[in-house]
């Protein structure tokens, strides 16, 4: 089993940025973040894979960057220019390379004045 260690998860202000850190507890093929807001479905914010390709959401574009460091297993969301509507539960997800996946528990982010 992979675990998955999410953290920065806050309340800001919009216009404001944030970081959020997930640290998985093996080495695997891709990572990823998603986010849900109460009634609505998860949807992608941003993922890589082992090869350093990446996909971003349409409503972040041009405002979110992702990074991995491979070597700690650890992968970073820098989130700019937050509006409410990024207002969610931000989950990390992972995948091994035999196959499956997992998520952590999720982080809260507050988009708010």
């Known amino acids: 089993q992979v675990q998955l260690v999410e953290s920065g998860g806050a309340l800001v202000q919009p216009g404001g940025s944030l970081r959020l850190s997930c640290v998985a507890s093996a080495t695997v093929l891709a ?12 949807e992608l914010v941003a993922r890589i894979d082992n ?13 979110f ?3 991995r460091e ?7 969301l820098e989130m700019n220019n937050l509006k409410p509507e990024d207002t969610a539960v931000y989950y990390c997800n992972a995948r091994p390379f035999i196959g499956g996946e997992y998520w952590g528990q999720g982080t809260q982010v507050t988009v708010s004045s």
């Not at 990572?31 to 998860?42: D, F, N, S």
């Not at 090869?51 to 405002?63: E, I, L, P, Y």
Request: aromatic fraction near 12%; charge should be positive; hydrophobic fraction near 25%.
């Open 65 to 67: 960057t992702l990074s």
């Open 31 to 42: 990572m990823g973040w998603y986010r849900q807001a109460p009634g609505k479905e998860r």
């Open 70 to 76: 491979t070597a700690e297993n650890t992968l970073y």
């Open 51 to 63: 090869r350093g390709d990446t996909d971003f959401g349409d409503s972040v574009k041009g405002r």
